[in-house]
Each structure stands twice: as structure tokens, then as C-alpha cells.
């Protein structure tokens, strides 16, 4: 069986052609156009929108209180937050008409430059991918600390393993973000390529960072004047706003100020959604940025201020310890830590490559649908 992203790239190429075949009046499908990008903006609107909305009340018919949302930044959000992504880039094509592209000369621009956003964001995917790694790398000197603390009786042997293991964590969490392995920042894998992750064998410039991707990405994007281009606008502007958030949140070869990407229409829903997400990241960046020179994912911010604490303690350890149960529950805290992310990172990480492919899927669909609109 064909992948899902061929499989939805093979229908939304059939539903040009069945467009541009069965247009019989421009005012029609004019009109059916109009229509769509209404629906398309609602769609993500409400998608947005849902990114930040509170945790639904407790039932009637339960006296438990309701689970809290998801911390914004956390793993679980940022799983939601590509699952939008998906979503909308999904609904997005069927915005796209090749008889509105013909006679569009603003949409075929938007188009041409959604083409080399796409081919940034896709270095951007590769470079994030690698942050994960190295946050798992992370993961990994915490759970060799949480073993050695949970040793009875404590003995100087234990301590000082876990006092190596965590000076390494943190020395690794606040990094300046362009190497948290260790080693040359040339070593990071974020080439340009249709391949993804470890497949990837060219290496990108030392001076390359996400940031200034991104930068380049939001620079060209302008609101259109016209409501052909609007669902160009729309999408691109969401794609941008997902690669800040996952640069933000992600240790990745990036500059040390994360600056807010988009100046967006507030008055428009979508637009208003994105701001409103836009806001709430920076706020987190505003408070973190002086302990962290990228990364600003919540749960490393938790292994963080609790791997300060076990530091502390091994630090002031002598055997025979008097404080075992006083640090056993910063432990259990550290070890609950460790298994969240060891679960949620490898999922994150699929989603990452998901997105990945979807991207270099529909760069190969808008090639083809602007080479049918030339045709025409």
C-alpha cells in the first residue's frame, strides 16, 4: 500500500484535473473558491484556537476535577501542534484551483515563495530532529542519575556517579544551543535534502541557524490584496509559526534570541489565533531565555530545576546520609520526568519526520499544479 502522504497527494492532484476539466463559468468557480477559503480559514482558526483553549468542566456525573491541559511547549503540545499543522496542510489543498492560478499572477508568486519557505522549513525539520536527539541524550544522563540516588543504603560511589551524570546534564541543557553533544556545532546534521535524519550525509555551515531561516521565511510574507492568494497567505503563515515554536522549543543550531516571527492581521480569526499562540511562546522564552540559550521545552525546563536540586544534594553528601527520604521524592520526580520523555520524545520525533515528508510531498504537488496552470 502506497504512504499516506502519496495517497493524499495522488487525490489532491486528481481533484485539479477534475476542476479544471468541469469549469464551465470563471464566475462559478470564482464563487466555489470564495467559499472554500472561508472554510479553510475557519478550519484553522479553530484548530489554532484549540491549541490554547482551557480543559473541558468536569461532567455532572463526575466529583473528580478535570485533567489539566497540556503546558504549552511540553511534549504532548507540541505533538498537537503538528497534528494541526497536518490538518490545515491538509485542508489547504483544497484550496488551491489551477484555473484560479492561471489568472493569478499574485498567487503564483505566493506559490513561488511557499516553494523555498518549504525548502527552509525542511532544513529546519532536520535540524529539530537532531535536538531531539540530543534532549534524549539528556534523558539519558538523568535516568543514570536517578539509578545511582536510588541505591540503598547511599554510598560516596553511588553519589558521585550521579553528581558526574548530572553535571554533564546541565551543563549540556544550558549550552549556547548550537552543540549540546559535546562537540563541533559542524557536526549537525540540517542539509537540504529529500531524504530525512540519518540518511542525510551533507553537513550544513557552521554559520547556519534556524533562526535566521525562519527570518527569511516570514521577510516575504505579506498579506495579499486580493482573496485569490489569501489561502497561500494562510498556510504559509501557519508553516512559520510551527517551525518558531518548534525552534523555540527544541535545542537546535539556532541564534540565541528566538525574535517573534509574524506581523499578522489581528482582525482576521485564524490570524488572531496564531497571534494569541505567538504570545504565549514568547512569554515562555521572556522568562527562560537567561537560563537557556535555545530549548525551551517544558520538560526540559522540569529535569533542569530538578537536576539543580540533586546536584545540590550530592554535593553536600556524606556518607552515612541523613537526607535519603529529603531527596527520594526529587528523585521519584526525576524518574517520572525521564519516562514521560522517554515515550513522548520518540513520538515527537515521528511527527517531525511526518511533517518532513508531507513537506517535500507538497512541494512536488505545487510544482505540478503551477506547471498545469502555465499549461492552460
Given at each position: 500500500?502506497?504512504?499516506?502522504?502519496?495517497?493524499?497527494?495522488?487525490?489532491?492532484?486528481?481533484?485539479?484535473?477534475?476542476?479544471?476539466?468541469?469549469?464551465?463559468?470563471?464566475?462559478?468557480?470564482?464563487?466555489?473558491?470564495?467559499?472554500?477559503?472561508?472554510?479553510?480559514?475557519?478550519?484553522?482558526?479553530?484548530?489554532?484556537?484549540?491549541?490554547?483553549?482551557?480543559?473541558?468542566?468536569?461532567?455532572?456525573?463526575?466529583?473528580?476535577?478535570?485533567?489539566?491541559?497540556?503546558?504549552?511547549?511540553?511534549?504532548?503540545?507540541?505533538?498537537?501542534?503538528?497534528?494541526?499543522?497536518?490538518?490545515?496542510?491538509?485542508?489547504?489543498?483544497?484550496?488551491?484551483?489551477?484555473?484560479?492560478?492561471?489568472?493569478?499572477?499574485?498567487?503564483?508568486?505566493?506559490?513561488?515563495e511557499t516553494l523555498d519557505r518549504i525548502l527552509k522549513s525542511l532544513?529546519?525539520?532536520?535540524?529539530?530532529?537532531?535536538?531531539?536527539?540530543?534532549?534524549?541524550?539528556?534523558?539519558?544522563?538523568?535516568?543514570?542519575?536517578?539509578?545511582?540516588?536510588?541505591?540503598?543504603?547511599?554510598?560516596?560511589?553511588?553519589?558521585?556517579?550521579?553528581?558526574?551524570?548530572?553535571?554533564?546534564?546541565?551543563?549540556?541543557?544550558?549550552?549556547?544551543?548550537?552543540?549540546?553533544?559535546?562537540?563541533?556545532?559542524?557536526?549537525?546534521?540540517?542539509?537540504?535534502?529529500?531524504?530525512?535524519?540519518?540518511?542525510?550525509?551533507?553537513?550544513?555551515?557552521?554559520?547556519?541557524?534556524a533562526t535566521k531561516q525562519i527570518q527569511?521565511?516570514?521577510?516575504?510574507?505579506?498579506?495579499?490584496?486580493?482573496?485569490?492568494?489569501?489561502?497561500?497567505?494562510?498556510?504559509?503563515?501557519?508553516?512559520?509559526?510551527?517551525?518558531?515554536?518548534?525552534?523555540?522549543?527544541?535545542?537546535?543550531?539556532?541564534?540565541?534570541?528566538?525574535?517573534?516571527?509574524?506581523?499578522?492581521?489581528?482582525?482576521?480569526?485564524?490570524?488572531?489565533?496564531?497571534?494569541?499562540?505567538?504570545?504565549?511562546?514568547?512569554?515562555?522564552?521572556?522568562?527562560?531565555?537567561?537560563?537557556?540559550?535555545?530549548?525551551?521545552?517544558?520538560?526540559?525546563?522540569?529535569?533542569?530545576?530538578?537536576?539543580?536540586?540533586?546536584?545540590?544534594?550530592?554535593?553536600?553528601?556524606?556518607?552515612?546520609?541523613?537526607?535519603?527520604?529529603?531527596?527520594?521524592?526529587?528523585?521519584?520526580?526525576?524518574?517520572?520526568?525521564?519516562?514521560?520523555?522517554?515515550?513522548?520524545?520518540?513520538?515527537?520525533?515521528?511527527?517531525?519526520?511526518?511533517?518532513?515528508?508531507?513537506?517535500?510531498?507538497?512541494?512536488?504537488?505545487?510544482?505540478?499544479?503551477?506547471?498545469?496552470?502555465?499549461?492552460?
Amino acid at each position: 500500500m502506497a504512504p499516506p502522504t502519496e495517497l493524499q497527494g495522488s487525490s489532491f492532484l486528481r481533484r485539479i484535473s477534475i476542476r479544471r476539466n468541469q469549469i464551465v463559468s470563471m464566475d462559478v468557480s470564482h464563487d466555489q473558491h470564495l467559499e472554500e477559503l472561508e472554510y479553510f480559514q475557519k478550519h484553522v482558526s479553530d484548530c489554532l484556537s484549540e491549541l490554547l483553549s482551557p480543559p473541558p468542566p468536569p461532567s455532572s456525573s463526575s466529583s473528580s476535577a478535570s485533567q489539566p491541559s497540556d503546558p504549552i511547549l511540553s511534549i504532548p503540545w507540541m505533538k498537537n501542534l503538528l497534528d494541526v499543522y497536518m490538518s490545515c496542510e491538509t485542508e489547504f489543498k483544497g484550496v488551491l484551483s489551477t484555473a484560479q492560478i492561471s489568472k493569478s499572477p499574485s498567487l503564483e508568486k505566493g506559490l513561488q515563495e511557499t516553494l523555498d519557505r518549504i525548502l527552509k522549513s525542511l532544513d529546519i525539520c532536520n535540524a529539530v530532529s537532531n535536538g531531539i536527539d540530543s534532549v534524549s541524550q539528556s534523558r539519558r544522563l538523568a535516568e543514570i542519575a536517578v539509578t545511582a540516588l536510588k541505591q540503598r543504603p547511599l554510598c560516596n560511589g553511588s553519589v558521585l556517579r550521579a553528581k558526574r551524570a548530572l553535571t554533564s546534564l546541565l551543563a549540556g541543557l544550558n549550552a549556547d544551543g548550537k552543540d549540546r553533544n559535546g562537540g563541533s556545532s559542524s557536526r549537525r546534521t540540517t542539509s537540504r535534502s529529500w531524504s530525512f535524519g540519518q540518511r542525510s550525509s551533507v553537513h550544513v555551515s557552521k554559520n547556519w541557524s534556524a533562526t535566521k531561516q525562519i527570518q527569511a521565511m516570514a521577510a516575504t510574507l505579506v498579506p495579499p490584496r486580493g482573496a485569490e492568494a489569501s489561502g497561500v497567505y494562510i498556510m504559509s503563515s501557519v508553516m512559520v509559526l510551527v517551525m518558531w515554536v518548534l525552534v523555540a522549543a527544541v535545542p537546535c543550531q539556532t541564534s540565541n534570541v528566538i525574535a517573534a516571527p509574524l506581523q499578522l492581521p489581528k482582525h482576521q480569526s485564524w490570524a488572531s489565533a496564531a497571534v494569541n499562540i505567538q504570545e504565549r511562546v514568547g512569554e515562555e522564552i521572556k522568562g527562560k531565555e537567561k537560563r537557556f540559550g535555545g530549548g525551551m521545552m517544558e520538560e526540559m525546563v522540569r529535569m533542569e530545576r530538578v537536576g539543580l536540586s540533586l546536584l545540590e544534594f550530592t554535593e553536600r553528601f556524606r556518607f552515612p546520609a541523613e537526607e535519603e527520604e529529603e531527596v527520594a521524592d526529587k528523585v521519584e520526580e526525576m524518574d517520572e520526568i525521564c519516562r514521560g520523555m522517554e515515550v513522548g520524545l520518540e513520538g515527537l520525533k515521528r511527527q517531525v519526520r511526518e511533517v518532513f515528508h508531507r513537506l517535500v510531498r507538497s512541494r512536488l504537488e505545487i510544482v505540478s499544479v503551477l506547471d498545469q496552470a502555465t499549461a492552460i
